[in-house]
């Protein structure tokens, strides 16, 4: 292990940093709680900040609010303060338009609006929110069946004014959440908890149906438990989704109580549907190249290590558009995003690491393979006229990059170095890892964020597993290349683990699905080769998953003790597979 | 499945406000921690948090409240009060179900007559009135209640006026406190049933009833201070009679005496013995340590059983279950026999009749093995007083 760290070092270049200007000013998209609190924050730092709402009014859905719940404010006072705060921190309103066009990279974004304004800004913070779910044609929202059907956004309008009408009231949660791919909406149960006990107190017999009751928020187990003193009525419904565990029929719904087991009917003059949220599909977080997560929300770089940050580096995400939440949360998150930001933008240029992968435009031919499997959209193709010869290439946009590696495994003319893990010097680890008594190695290719981290833990945890393993690691599972792998076994390897992020929590967007999706070509040659499917694996394992790096490891030795029981295949099998 | 399994339950408000104003049912959250911890539930016999659940919809269908699962086996010994996180009086929510089983006559048969003699003997033993005073057989004096004057009167109750074996416990008591020299008084002819059956049985109208009488006879006497007997009254007369007079169980008051050393205790120690927490002593009211402090004081090792105090089994018969035949297999009285002599006590002791009524039923106390007292007969052998 020494002596693979001592051949790569021998091979190492000194690496200068890259600085590139930052522009200082900030674009927030979108104006609600989350986008107001960012903007105002960014700007009362003294950084030139723009806020585009697509609506000629900030605020959001706080505008339709009445009362927040749990604690009960006063909404329009929330929003009359946030507003001037907002007014008077020197950001700049675009109201009624949104933006059109947007590229660029951190430190440099050029965005486009509606309006045909231009605005060029070093950072980026994404808070167009969530729309309220549509309810299901199920409950038609209006007078039929002898009782009348709202949303509870309508019935926030209702409260406000102080007229609801009807004697019974009824409220079902979860409408068009909790469904598929799409989870808890989060910000409801407070919500409609609060909705319910105002009902209450204006004398009206209140029931409300739930799936689950989660009253997570500071102060919500008091509203709930305050609520069921008053005499609000609730009742479980089985876990499915409302529209198939609540049906209306005239003057009343009948659903079956899971507490009782017996279906029930709640006779009722006035029907709430306490609706979920569903993500908007924005096209500016397309245009930037922000993922979506599998419930269509846009996706944080990590949950606990960045969350609020997208995957590439100067966009930020706060309140809805990254995931349901309530009010306090979005404005939380809108703060934070604000306080990320101004790291960056307090600063003229920004240094990035020196990982940024170079291309030879020498030997570069532009085929394009690298510009498919960069999820930065780092690499950009252009055409260079050579004396009249036109001929295609690819280059790195520095600032974007993020140093993961995965264009340089894909690269058939190897024109792509990514520094500090150069194919020299991961072959010269290879080389030495092998160097003595191969058949008796596993080596083992480790991501720097996930599975290094999860083998560390197997340390930290001092799980025993054998000591055959060579780890050589890289930023991204990504980055192996074929060459490293045919390299070893051609050294007589024992074996081969090819290890990395759990797919979804990949810290290059989604650079290890090139890692399955090439692995599945790789264990295919291999095996024509001779080398059983067995040696060569690949394995999932996350910063935690010690135990499971351990047990991985101990399978492997079993692998090679079992290998050098049956013949081996001679060493140039391999070699002749060339 | 019959007819009315499969229409829906109509949703009543009216039952539902109903619940709200006399219990905190409301709060529930249908754990399901009462079932867990209920020494019914055990058996099958009850379901707590189906019954509170029920409750809610107010038993909108006919039929409903008489095959409650296990309404009227509920002992009302309140073990699920004590797991509850929310705090909820399930025992209230228990009486208040039997009161609207009682609205519509879905009671179960044998209970009717026994509210009659409440309402017509003032008593659930069908006893006259005149015969309340047959216990004081052999007693004079201050200890036959005679003290002119006295605030403190000592409410015997239905169960140790008629009950022979119960009337041995009331003998003790009144010798003990005339040898405390605590002057007292009795209420004679003129006492009348605190009610408690009837309340626990969801009658609440007739409880109602019963307490103002009781009042009434407590205040002709003057009383400002009333002892009980049986841990039943103790509860009931605190739940009837408001403030105007203060109530106290007897082995609260023989624990000032003699810890005040007003009443000496000494002489034989008392063998090896346990201590049976009466629910309505224990639970309902948090005396727990005023017997036992009364039991160490003749010398007795309390030798205690694993479910004590907070934890303590009940013996089956509360919430009117003395008055009706247990359709449970295997009833709780046994279970606790055997408990308590698995201590290696020789006696039991506790301090309700009911329990001494239940424990001497069961198959296993007949054994000769293991003694079934009274605290207040333990501590009278102490104090050198008859106990027969």
Excluded at chain 1, 259 to 276: I, S, Y
Excluded at chain 2, 158 to 184: G, M
Excluded at chain 2, 324 to 351: I, K, N, Q
Aim: charged share 25%.
């Amino acid at each position: 292990m020494v002596r693979m760290a001592v051949e790569k070092a021998s091979l190492l270049q000194p690496l200068e940093s890259y600085e590139q200007p930052m522009v200082q000013a900030a674009l927030v998209v979108g104006g609600g709680p989350a986008g107001m609190a960012a903007a105002t924050s960014l700007a009362r730092q003294g950084f030139e900040t723009h806020l585009v709402e697509r609506e000629r009014e900030v605020g959001g859905h706080l505008r339709h609010l009445d009362q927040i719940e749990p604690s009960g404010a006063d909404a329009k006072s929330l929003l009359t303060a946030m507003l001037g705060n907002l007014e008077t921190s020197g950001a700049k309103l675009h109201l009624g338009t949104e933006v059109a066009q947007i590229d660029g990279h951190v430190g440099n974004f050029h965005a486009r609006l509606g309006t045909g304004e231009t605005v060029e800004a070093g950072v980026v913070v994404l808070a167009m929110g969530a729309t309220m779910v549509r309810p299901p044609e199920d409950y038609p929202l209006r007078s039929a069946y002898d009782l009348e059907t709202v949303t509870n956004q309508r019935l926030e309008e209702m409260l406000s004014w102080g007229r609801v009408p009807g004697r019974t009231v009824t409220l079902v949660s979860c409408i068009g959440a909790r469904s598929d791919e799409r989870g808890c909406s989060r910000y409801c149960c407070s919500s409609m908890v609060g909705q319910a006990l105002r009902l209450r107190r204006m004398g009206k017999k209140v029931r409300l149906l739930y799936r689950d009751l989660r009253a997570y928020a500071r102060g919500a187990e008091e509203l709930y438990r305050t609520a069921a003193e008053e005499g609000v009525a609730f009742f479980r419904y089985p876990d499915v989704p409302a529209e198939k565990a609540v049906r209306v029929v005239p003057g009343a719904v009948r659903f079956h109580d899971v507490l009782l087991d017996r279906d029930v009917e709640l006779p009722t003059d006035l029907l709430v549907l306490v609706c979920g949220l569903v993500p908007e599909d924005p096209a500016v977080a397309k245009m930037l190249k922000v993922s979506r997560s599998s419930d269509g929300f846009l996706l944080e770089r990590h949950p606990k290590l960045g969350p609020v940050e997208a995957g590439s580096a100067g966009i930020f995400l706060a309140g809805t558009a990254q995931g349901p939440k309530d009010l306090g949360e979005s404005i939380q998150q809108g703060l934070a995003t604000a306080a990320k930001a101004a790291a960056l933008l307090s600063r003229d240029t920004i240094e990035k690491e020196p990982l940024c992968a170079v291309i030879d435009e020498t030997t570069c031919n532009g085929c394009g393979r690298c510009v498919r499997v960069c999820s930065f959209g780092a690499l950009e193709p252009y055409t260079v006229d050579e004396g009249g010869k036109k001929s295609k290439k690819v280059r790195v946009i520095t600032a974007a990059c993020m140093g993961c590696g995965t264009c340089a495994a894909d690269c058939f003319r190897d024109s792509i170095t990514t520094p500090f893990f150069t194919d020299e010097q991961i072959e010269a680890q290879v080389d030495a890892a092998l160097s003595d008594d191969p058949a008796s190695k596993v080596l083992v290719f480790a991501c720097n964020w996930c599975s290094y981290a999860g083998a560390d833990q197997a340390g930290i945890e001092k799980i025993q597993y054998p000591s055959n393993g060579r780890i050589i690691r890289t930023m991204c599972s990504g980055r192996v290349s074929d060459r490293f792998i045919k390299r070893a076994f051609e050294k007589g390897a024992g074996a081969v683990l090819v290890t990395g992020c759990h797919p979804g929590d990949c810290h290059y967007i989604n650079a290890n699905s090139w890692t399955g999706k090439r692995f599945e070509i790789w264990r295919k040659t291999f095996e024509r080769r001779g080398i059983a499917p067995e040696r060569f694996q690949l394995e999932w394992i996350s910063a935690a998953e010690g135990k499971e790096f351990a047990a991985k490891m101990k399978e492997m030795a079993t692998v090679l003790r079992d290998h050098a029981a049956a013949a081996p295949p001679p060493a140039e099998a391999v070699s002749a597979g060339k | 499945m019959p007819e009315s399994e499969s229409r829906p339950i109509v949703w009543s408000d009216e039952l539902w406000d109903d619940l709200l104003r006399e219990t905190d049912a409301g709060v529930c959250y249908q754990c399901g921690t009462c079932t867990a911890t209920c020494p019914l539930a055990e058996r099958g016999a009850l379901n707590v948090r189906q019954l509170i659940r029920l409750g809610a919809f107010g038993s909108g269908v006919p039929g409903r409240a008489v095959d409650s699962p296990g309404l009227w086996s509920c002992t009302t010994c309140a073990q699920c009060n004590v797991g509850c996180p929310r705090g909820v009086d399930v025992v209230e929510v228990v009486r208040h179900l039997r009161g609207r089983a009682w609205k519509r006559n879905e009671v179960p048969a044998g209970l009717r007559p026994l509210l009659w003699a409440e309402f017509q003997d003032g008593n659930p033993y069908r006893m006259p009135p005149s015969q309340r005073t047959q216990w004081m057989r052999g007693l004079s004096g201050p200890a036959a209640g005679s003290s002119d004057g006295a605030s403190t009167v000592l409410y015997v109750g239905c169960t140790a006026s008629y009950d022979p074996r119960a009337q041995r416990t009331a003998r003790a008591l009144a010798r003990l406190l005339a040898a405390a020299d605590v002057p007292f008084r009795l209420l004679g002819e003129n006492e009348v049933c605190c009610g408690e059956t009837p309340r626990a049985l969801g009658a609440q109208g007739l409880f109602r009833d019963l307490s103002s009488r009781a009042a009434e006879s407590l205040r002709t006497a003057g009383a400002t201070r009333v002892v009980t007997i049986s841990p039943h009254c103790f509860d009931a007369l605190r739940a009837g009679l408001s403030n105007e007079v203060e109530v106290v169980h007897y082995s609260q008051l023989l624990d000032e005496l003699v810890s005040g050393g007003k009443l000496k205790v000494g002489g034989t120690p008392a063998p090896n013995l346990t201590y049976h927490d009466p629910c309505y002593l224990g639970r309902q009211h948090g005396v727990y340590e005023a017997p036992r402090r009364l039991l160490e004081s003749t010398g007795a090792k309390i030798l205690e059983m694993p479910r004590n105090r907070r934890w303590a089994l009940c013996c089956g018969g509360g919430g009117g279950n003395m008055w009706r035949e247990s359709d449970l297999e295997g009833r709780l009285a046994d279970e606790r026999v055997t408990e308590a002599r698995d201590t290696g006590a020789s006696v039991l002791a506790t301090a309700c009749p009911f329990c001494i009524t239940c424990f001497n039923g069961t198959e296993s106390a007949g054994t000769g093995r293991l003694e079934v007292v009274d605290v207040a007969e333990v501590v009278a052998r102490a104090a050198g007083v008859s106990s027969a």
